[in-house]
T-cell receptor, first 114, second 117 residues
Framework: AQSVTQLGSHVSVSEGALVLLRCNYS??????LFWYVQYPNQGLQLLLK??????LVKGINGFEAEFKKSETSFHLTKPSAHMSDAAEYFC????????????FGSGTRLSIRP | EAGVVQSPRYKIIEKKQPVAFWCNPI?????LYWYRQNLGQGPELLIR????????DSQLPKDRFSAERLKGVDSTLKIQPAELGDSAVYLC???????????????FGPGTRLTVL
């Protein structure tokens, strides 16, 4: 079964610093991969998705992620953190060949220090 | 365009009581999902509908949970009777496609936070 592992339940960076949120996946076939963001008391919003096209995917709010098959990783980065980036981030995977569902990771809470 | 609408936003009930959540997906979206999100965890799928058909309900605890999507639009998720462990946020999502195209993007509602005392 597919799964995703998010390393670090909580990441704290200074405003203006690099943001790096880690995600590793397990899948028997090339997956679709997603990053979602959840602000307090809100639903999840799609940041970006990988669907077997370009390995470097650019999303909203300046975020991007790189699909690395050799490392089974899909880490999320942003060059310069902003206070408004403070939120919960979820990595997710789906193997559409099984026509099943999206599997979400347990999430990483990003805090931004002034 | 309106997003996914859920009501109520918050619900507090005593154990053994029934509770229902309502979801109105984005207009024209064929696929609808109900997720449960426990504190500090990612969402877990309970049931997925394609139009009015429940195509994946393998994770729905059928002894106490039920769901319906009449006419392939709005959906209701019910718990009867509720247990302490049901305290969570219940999220509804919709997507425009069906089958593999459904996974291109899911649009989430704000959720219903259920507290069972």
């Amino acid at each position: 079964a597919q799964s995703v592992t998010q390393l670090g339940s909580h990441v704290s960076v200074s405003e203006g610093a690099l943001v790096l949120l880690r995600c590793n996946y397990s899948s028997s076939v090339p997956p679709y991969l997603f990053w979602y963001v959840q602000y307090p008391n809100q639903g999840l919003q799609l940041l970006l998705k990988y669907t077997s096209a370009a390995t470097l995917v650019k999303g909203i709010n300046g975020f991007e992620a790189e699909f690395k098959k050799s490392e089974t990783s899909f880490h999320l980065t942003k060059p310069s953190a902003h206070m408004s980036d403070a939120a919960e981030y979820f990595c997710a995977v789906t193997d559409y060949s099984s026509a099943s569902k999206i599997i979400f990771g347990s999430g990483t809470r990003l805090s931004i220090r002034p | 365009e309106a997003g996914v609408v859920q009501s109520p936003r918050y619900k507090i009930i005593e154990k053994k009581q029934p509770v229902a959540f309502w979801c109105n997906p984005i207009s024209g979206h064929n696929t609808l999902y109900w997720y449960r999100q426990n504190l500090g965890q990612g969402p877990e799928l309970l049931i997925r509908y394609e139009n009015e058909e429940a195509v994946d309900d393998s994770q729905l605890p059928k002894d106490r949970f039920s769901a319906e999507r009449l006419k392939g639009v709005d959906s209701t998720l019910k718990i009867q009777p509720a247990e302490l462990g049901d305290s969570a946020v219940y999220l509804c999502a919709s997507s425009p496609g069906i089958g593999e195209r459904a996974y291109n993007e899911q649009f989430f509602g704000p959720g219903t936070r259920l507290t069972v005392l």
